[in-house]
């Protein structure tokens, strides 16, 4: 069997990086190209870096002259005007064009659960959300006019090991560790779907090459379900801190918060109870095999292994205490 050949857009991302170990493992030639930027992420090193800047369509041009792949997996572009150039400069190289899209798309909030890939797509509170939005549209048409042969992918709440899932990152942990109270929105109690980056890579791979992923949408979740209450609580047991939970209303914390808008409103403060069956019929047999409880002990296990990952920010400490008096 031929090796099949890979461009990867990005490559050291929390989620891209898994995705390029994963395909290595799978037996795929790969290549990432990005602007040659460090990052804790190690990848394997038969993995080919091409350096261009995915922002500048002539240099992606001249880098990828007389290239040819299998699939191209982006996970670069975030609007519809970048999307253009990467089309134009990418496509004319390869034979797939995988997006990477977001669940944050789907409607807020929903009308129905759970979430499948036939949930309309609206997010009135996101403006990355209604870019990926306009970015699927864009691909879609692309697609049905017969310019490329595209697959979207869409991935809820993805971490790895150097990611705190809360507001605040790793100032809240640190807000456990010294038994100080940490905020949550509402009581705590709504669904969240929280997908190791691992996890997700086995299940992307499969579609790269896959003919019946051509023109569709995938959901990529985990099937474990946790509060944000449950969520808190595998951070603090791992960093053997003590939890003090503090809720306050979405409402409350936007005002106190407005940065916040857009996580809270275009996405955590609503369930998120996702149906990933479909990529289970291309990706046959696959399971998640992270929960949570052991994701938050590589969270923690890697933050202290360099005090320099453990930054605290004053900034989001006092707001944090501000939250609490409320």
Not at 90 to 117: C, M, N
Not at 250 to 279: Q, Y
Not at 315 to 321: H, I, K
Request: hydrophobic share 40%; net charge negative.
């Amino acid at each position: 069997m031929t090796e099949q050949s890979l461009l990867v857009i990005g490559g050291t991302g929390q989620i891209s990086a898994a995705c390029v170990r994963e395909a290595v493992r799978s037996g795929w030639s790969v290549s990432v190209l990005n602007r040659g930027s460090t990052s804790s992420r190690s990848l394997p090193e038969e993995v080919e870096s091409i350096v261009a800047d995915v922002r500048d369509e002539e240099a992606l041009v001249t880098a990828l002259a007389g290239r040819r792949f299998d699939s191209v997996a982006d996970f670069l572009t975030f609007t519809p005007d970048d999307l253009r150039s990467v089309l134009r400069a990418v496509v004319p190289h390869a034979d797939r064009y995988v997006f990477i899209g977001s669940a944050s798309t789907y409607q807020k909030p929903p009308a129905a659960l759970p979430i499948s890939e036939s949930t309309p797509l609206f997010n009135p509170w996101s403006q990355y959300a209604r870019d990926k939005i306009a970015c699927e549209r864009l691909l879609r048409d692309e697609h049905l006019a017969g310019r490329v042969r595209a697959t979207v992918v869409r991935p809820s709440h993805t971490y790895d090991r150097t990611h705190v899932p809360l507001l605040g990152g790793w100032t809240v942990i640190d807000r456990m560790r010294r038994g100080a109270p940490v905020v949550l929105h509402g009581d705590g109690t709504s669904m969240w779907a929280m997908t190791h980056s691992d996890d997700f890579a086995r299940a992307f791979v499969p579609l790269l090459g896959a003919p019946e992923a051509s023109g569709e949408a995938f959901n990529i979740m985990s099937s474990e379900l946790l509060t944000w209450n449950e969520i808190a609580r595998c951070l603090s047991d791992a960093a053997g801190g003590s939890l003090h939970v503090v809720h306050r209303t979405t409402h409350d914390l936007v005002a106190a918060a407005p940065e916040w808008d857009a996580d809270l409103r275009g996405d955590r403060s609503h369930p998120a109870l996702f149906d990933s069956s479909k990529v289970r019929e291309v990706a046959v047999g696959w399971e998640p095999r992270v929960p949570f409880a052991e994701g938050a002990r590589q969270i923690v296990a890697w933050h202290d292994a360099d005090p320099s990952r453990r930054v605290v920010d004053p900034e989001v400490d006092a707001l944090y205490d501000r939250l609490v008096a409320g």
